[in-house]
Each structure stands twice: as structure tokens, then as C-alpha cells.
Nanobody, 121 residues
């Protein structure tokens, strides 16, 4: 069983940057796609992007394209989300997940507990 722990969240002013990390333990993620999600208060959880097992990543959420980048380091069992030019609407709890492609969507097998990101205006 894979355990995922996110870190790097916090309070930042609009226009600032944060780099979230997701540390995996308890199992290998080398051949697993990893994804970042977020959920704001009163909002549905939304997929930000996915990093394939060999490294190529794709940001799926239009509102963050050009500002967020996902990456991974399999040797360190780490997944990253670099967030630049942050906006107040990026405020949310950010989650890391190990995912599989099922019926055309990314289905999480394992979730982290999340890390809070708050962007002040």
C-alpha cells in the first residue's frame, strides 16, 4: 500500500509562488501515474494535472495552464507541483494521488491528506 504525504502549502500573496511536494512511501510509484487535485471550500475536487510514470506531464485544468507545472523524481519517490503567479482563486486544499486510467478518466487508487494553500489578495 502506498502512503502519500503532501507538503509545501501555506499562505502566499497574489503573484507569489509555491512548490508543493508529495512524498511516497510503502510501495513503488515507478510505474504509476501520479496526479494533483485541489478542492476549494464549497467546490468540487478538480484535477490539476497528471505526471506519467516515465515523467511526461500534462496540466488538465485550464485556469492554471501556463502557471503550474507538475513533475516527479522516481529515485526520490517524490512528485512536485510548481505553482507560479498564484491568484486568490487558487486557494484550496491540494492533494496528491496515485491514479489509473479507467473509462477515459483518471481514477485515484491512493490519496494524500492534502496541504492547504491560501493566496491573499
Amino acid at each position: 500500500q502506498v502512503q502519500l504525504v503532501e507538503s509545501g502549502g501555506g499562505l502566499v500573496q497574489a503573484g507569489g509562488s509555491l512548490n508543493l511536494t508529495c512524498a511516497a512511501s510503502g510501495g513503488s510509484i515507478d510505474t504509476t501515474a501520479m496526479a494533483w487535485f485541489r478542492q476549494g471550500i464549497g467546490k468540487q475536487r478538480e484535477l490539476i494535472g497528471v505526471v506519467g510514470w516515465s515523467g511526461p506531464s500534462r496540466i488538465e485544468l485550464n485556469s492554471v495552464k501556463g502557471r503550474f507545472t507538475a513533475s516527479r523524481d522516481n529515485d526520490k519517490k517524490m512528485v512536485y507541483l510548481q505553482m507560479n503567479s498564484l491568484k486568490p482563486e487558487d486557494t484550496a486544499v491540494y492533494y496528491c494521488a496515485a491514479v489509473q486510467r479507467k473509462s477515459g478518466t483518471w481514477s485515484p487508487d491512493y490519496w494524500g491528506r492534502g496541504t492547504q494553500v491560501t493566496v491573499s489578495s
